[in-house]
Nanobody, 125 residues
Framework: QVQLVESGGGLVQAGGSLRLSCAAS???????MGWFRQAPGKERRFVAA????????NYADSVKGRFTISRDNAKNMVYLQMNNLKPEDTAVYYC???????????????????WGQGTQVTVSS
C-alpha cells in the first residue's frame, strides 16, 4: 500500500514562492506522479505531472512558466516549486501516483490511484 504525504503549504503574498513536497511510503520509481489542486467550491484540477523516469513533464496552462515539478526516486520524493504565486493559485494541493507503471504523467485524475491528504496554499493579494 502506498501512502503519500504532502508538506510545504502555507500563506504567502502574491509574487512569492513555495515549494511543496510529497513523501511516499512505498517506491515511486516506476510510476508517473502528479499534482492537483482544489479551490473552495470548485472541482479538483490538474496542475502538473512528471513521467516515471522524470524526463517528461506536463503542466496546466495556468501554471506554465511559474511552477516546476521534479522527483527524486532514490528518496521517494516529488516536489512542486511554485514561483510568482497569484491569489488564484489558492487551493488545497494534492500529490497523486498513477495506477499503471511507466506512465508519462496524465492530466486526468482518473488515472491516479493513490492520493495524499493535501496541503493548503493561500496566496494573499
Amino acid at each position: 500500500q502506498v501512502q503519500l504525504v504532502e508538506s510545504g503549504g502555507g500563506l504567502v503574498q502574491a509574487g512569492g514562492s513555495l515549494r511543496l513536497s510529497c513523501a511516499a511510503s512505498g517506491t515511486l520509481r516506476s510510476c508517473a506522479m502528479g499534482w492537483f489542486r482544489q479551490a473552495p467550491g470548485k472541482e479538483r484540477r490538474f496542475v502538473a505531472a512528471i513521467s516515471w523516469s522524470g524526463t517528461g513533464r506536463n503542466y496546466a496552462d495556468s501554471v506554465k512558466g511559474r511552477f516546476t515539478i521534479s522527483r527524486d526516486n532514490a528518496k521517494n520524493m516529488v516536489y512542486l516549486q511554485m514561483n510568482n504565486l497569484k491569489p488564484e493559485d489558492t487551493a488545497v494541493y494534492y500529490c497523486a501516483r498513477e495506477e499503471r507503471p511507466y506512465g508519462m504523467g496524465s492530466p486526468s485524475s482518473s488515472e491516479y490511484r493513490y492520493w495524499g491528504q493535501g496541503t493548503q496554499v493561500t496566496v494573499s493579494s
